[in-house]
């Protein structure tokens, strides 16, 4: 790819790659306001949480305020480090209008390290069984397919400051 100067830095994952963690912490210790796409259709939709949204609004009903607040995101005037919502990845018109305004990076971890935080996230306790393994991997790299579009890949090594350091330096050298 061409080097980009971009407006925004928008990150691109997988649930529970790392993109609120990781773009909050950068954009603070880059001076930059954050901006999280479920958060803000969250607000949008006025609800509580994603299956509190797909509830009230199914899968197109959510998937089209996910993507018109992305599209506000972008249109704010003031750079921002975005993370957006993994939903939109393979939605059209997602990575066409993501690289009119901005860079985008993919970050990526191993399927088990995103496996381990997602169902921690979602309260999940007991042991990861070879048959969730093998069915989160399937899921993985068919969704890894979809972040490959991104601009640039930060490979992720599990230590927060140092991926996070990484990320900087990252972002630094392309704005």
Not at 85 to 109: N, V, Y
Not at 113 to 118: E, G, I, K, Q, W
Not at 134 to 154: N, S
Request: with cysteine; glycine share 8%; charged share 30%.
């Amino acid at each position: 790819m061409e080097t980009v100067c971009a407006k925004h830095i928008v990150l691109v994952g997988i649930a529970s790659a790392g993109k609120t963690t990781m773009g909050r912490e950068s954009a603070k210790r880059l001076g930059l306001p954050f901006a999280d796409n479920d958060e803000e259709a969250l607000k949008a939709a006025a609800v509580k949480s994603i299956d509190d949204a797909l509830s009230k609004l199914g899968e197109d009903g959510w998937n089209s305020i996910l993507f018109r607040e992305y599209r506000a995101l972008l249109g704010l005037k003031e750079r921002h480090v975005i993370a957006a919502s993994p939903r939109l990845l393979d939605r059209k018109g997602f990575w066409l209008e993501t690289r009119k305004k901005a860079l985008s990076i993919h970050l990526r971890s191993t399927p088990l390290a995103v496996l381990t935080r997602d169902l921690k996230n979602q309260g999940f306790k007991d042991a990861i069984t070879a048959g969730m393994r093998k069915e989160y991997e399937r899921y993985y790299w068919w969704r890894l397919g979809h972040c490959r579009k991104a601009d640039l890949e930060l490979r992720l090594i599990g230590q927060l400051d140092e991926d996070v350091s990484a990320l900087d330096g990252l972002i630094r050298t392309r704005i």
